[in-house]
């Protein structure tokens, strides 16, 4: 089956601005996770949620970083008021509820914020 | 908190050699799991091999094999026949089992380079 996909592949916008970037994860799968990788740096984790569960926003550097899941499938992130220091590449992961333990990764959102 | 720790920021290997990436994390709990992602230029992370703290035995998968060591706290990947496209980032990452979903913590990463 299809992996978890994202999108945009890239994203400029300009400081001030606010940004959606959209998960669809792979069907099935009960868990959805973001991270945000900065230039030269490992994985920083946001959110997540799982099922209908409340989610974790422990990792969300700010009240400008927001996030749902409707339909528990598809997510968006929403990056409101951007700031250069938010230009990053945004991961989505997901992982099945008989896996748990594996998150599969998609292929990332590059947001340039000018 | 747990913490992961990557020492190499940068290594090389010749193509069809062995090298080992280093990994040493920081915990109080007693069940975990411990991950190998690789990451090429498209940005795509890629799972390499999983290791759950319970399990004595070392993990494998084809040319990966990881040194676990529960008491150390270390977890180094050796990658035997270095080919080409090994070529990427190596991230070490951690996770606690906690009998549902919860988050991943990574380590900065290691660049290996492949040379001819």
């Known amino acids: 089956g299809a992996g978890v996909s994202q999108s945009p592949s890239n994203k400029v916008t300009e400081k001030g601005k606010d940004v959606e970037l959209r998960c669809d994860p792979i069907?099935?799968?009960?868990?959805l996770y973001w991270y945000r990788q900065s230039l030269g740096q490992g994985l920083e984790f946001l959110i997540y949620?799982?099922?209908?569960?409340?989610?974790?926003k422990s990792g969300l550097p700010s009240d400008r970083f927001s996030a749902e899941r409707t339909g528990g499938s598809v997510s968006t992130l929403t990056i409101q008021r951007t700031q250069q220091e938010d230009s990053a590449v945004y991961l989505c992961?997901?992982?099945?509820?008989?896996?748990?333990?594996?998150?599969?990764f998609g292929p990332g959102t590059r947001l340039l914020v000018l | 908190a747990q913490t992961v720790t990557q020492s190499q920021p940068e290594m090389s290997v010749q193509e069809a050699e062995t090298v080992t990436l280093s990994c040493t994390y920081d915990?109080?709990?007693?069940?975990?799991?411990l991950f190998w992602y690789k990451q090429p230029p498209s940005r795509q992370m890629i799972l390499v091999i999983r290791?759950?703290?319970?399990?004595?035995q070392n993990a494998t998968e084809n040319r990966f094999s990881v040194n676990f060591q529960k008491a150390a706290k270390s977890f180094s990947l050796k990658i035997s026949d270095s080919q080409l496209g090994d070529a990427a980032m190596y991230f070490c990452?951690?996770?606690?089992?906690?009998?549902?979903?919860?988050?991943?913590?990574f380590g900065t990463g290691t660049r290996l380079q492949v040379t001819l």
């Open positions: 992961a997901s992982s099945s509820g008989a896996d748990q333990e594996t998150q599969y």
């Open positions: 069907s099935g799968h009960t868990a």
């Open positions: 949620f799982q099922g209908n569960s409340a989610p974790d």
């Open positions: 915990t109080s709990e007693s069940d975990y799991y």
């Open positions: 290791q759950e703290a319970y399990k004595q």
């Open positions: 990452a951690y996770r606690a089992y906690t009998g549902t979903a919860s988050k991943l913590t």
